[in-house]
């Protein structure tokens, strides 16, 4: 079955008509000519306002944790309530007036979401990192999709990493056909659109491009049932058969680093640093998870017993003082080290200069060791907490499988950044730092 989809996304408005210098420096690349959209004005919430109604928002986020698993993705209704607070100013383009914050302010922002719901911070962190694929093309395509009004995240970027998660694509005249199915798509279920990763090549792993789609020209699967994370509704997109994409709505990477270079020369592009920068701030998520579980602990640690033992009382137990004060102080480790880690970024970005290759490297481990001593906290609180912890009525072990199903994220996993960064030690090739289609060159 083929379907072909419209040229264009539909009528632009609010178009800027551009200055001159601005004008002279995009005619080098015609196919970033085509438009420019209106930058936005209104004025954003700072990130101190937006975490402190994420604050007040965590009772709620809290409560409905257990609902979210259960129905496999976040409620609509505190989606509602996260776009009020001006939450998903984060997952839109700052020159379509989505906020534009440092590192450090991000992962405040993802800490304190998860301290509420780990698997709602999952999900505005991944589509505020996928934004960045706006870039890739031209303000005629793009501006359609984020300038209309939109409740919670407006797309969801997915594939790239190996061609079984990701797309093909065949050229035709105008544009390309494009068939395939892409699993773990966070943000699909309350996106409207989709940058999915298409490889274009049936031979080299290096011919990888990205496609802009309306998810009404997908199928949505809903297969995603996964033990830990499963409310971030992570399922797959496909294709119906094959879909005709318009050239205009196939980005390259290459693209994607020009046109970003051009939108910082116009002050309206987005902070230095990329995918490792998405990467770091994604601690915030595991931080702000391990923040609530040891609220949780300590809160029930005076009314449980530890049977077969001489303390009624747990809190009383020497054993449960030593275990509090070892989880406590991976917490705290793990978020000293992620102040290190998110203050290099930023001075990086003061600086005007991109992370090199041995500061990625040493980056995403930071970030890999973060989520699994965040994790290994939680676990260690999880043991201590008795057979009644394993109830689903418990929010512990939910965060517990949260946490652990994060740090399992191959950006996440420790064991692979570890060797990595010990084979760049002893002078032996280390992996790549991404596979991922952001990093690549076509």
């Known amino acids: 079955m083929v379907r072909r989809s419209s040229r264009c996304f ?26 420019m959209a209106m930058i936005t004005t209104t004025a954003l919430p700072q990130a101190a306002e937006i975490i402190a109604r994420v604050v007040e928002l965590q009772p709620w986020l809290r409560d409905q944790q257990a609902i979210a698993e259960q129905q496999r993705r976040i409620p609509q209704e505190t989606i509602e309530r996260l776009s009020e607070a001006g939450v998903f100013s984060l997952s839109k383009p700052k020159r379509y007036g989505g906020a534009d914050f440092t590192t450090r302010e991000m992962l405040d922002i993802y800490r304190a979401l998860g301290s509420g719901c ?11 990192g996928g934004n960045m694929w706006s870039n890739a093309f031209a303000d005629e395509v793009v501006a359609p999709v984020y300038e209309t009004p ?4 407006r797309t969801f970027a997915v594939g790239g990493t190996s061609r079984h998660m990701s797309g093909t694509a065949t050229k035709v005249d105008g544009g390309w056909m494009v068939k395939g199915a892409w699993p773990f798509a966070t943000g699909s279920v309350h996106a409207s659109h989709g ?53 205009e709505r196939f980005g390259f990477p290459a693209e994607l680093a020009a046109r970003t270079a051009e939108l910082v020369s116009q002050g309206r592009g987005p902070r230095r640093g990329g995918l490792p920068r998405s990467i770091v701030s994604s601690t915030g998520v595991a931080l702000g998870m391990a923040d609530q579980a040891m609220e949780v602990f300590l809160a029930s ?37 992620a102040d290190a880690t998110v203050a290099e970024f930023d001075r990086l970005d003061a600086e005007n200069r991109d992370p090199n290759a041995d500061e990625i490297l040493q980056f995403h481990t930071d970030a890999a060791y973060i989520w699994n001593e965040c994790a290994t906290a939680i676990e260690t609180l999880l043991r201590a907490s008795g057979a009644s912890a394993i109830s689903k009525r418990m929010p512990l072990q939910l965060i517990a499988r949260n946490c652990r199903a994060g740090s399992l994220h191959a950006a996440h996993n420790v064991d692979t950044w570890l060797e990595n960064l010990g084979r760049s030690m002893v002078g032996v090739t280390a992996g790549p730092s991404s596979m991922s289609v952001l990093e690549r060159r076509s």
Do not use: C
């Open 10 to 35: 539909g009528k632009r408005e609010g178009r800027e008509r551009p200055g001159r210098r601005a004008h002279r420096r995009l005619r080098r690349n015609p196919r970033f000519t085509k438009g």
């Open 118 to 128: 780990g698997a709602t911070a999952w999900v505005v962190w991944a589509t505020a």
């Open 150 to 153: 939109w409740v919670g995240n």
């Open 195 to 247: 940058y999915l990763a298409v490889f274009y090549d049936d031979t080299d792993d290096s011919k990888v491009g990205m496609v802009l789609i309306p998810k009404e020209q997908l199928i949505a699967r809903n297969d995603w049932d996964a033990m830990g994370l499963a409310a971030t509704g992570s399922q797959t997109m496909a294709t119906d058969g094959e879909l005709f994409v318009p050239d």
């Open 301 to 337: 640690i005076g009314r449980r017993s530890v049977p077969y033992s001489p303390y009624t009382r747990q809190v009383d137990a020497p054993v449960a003082h030593h275990i509090i004060g070892r989880a406590a102080m991976q917490i705290r480790a793990a978020g000293r080290l």
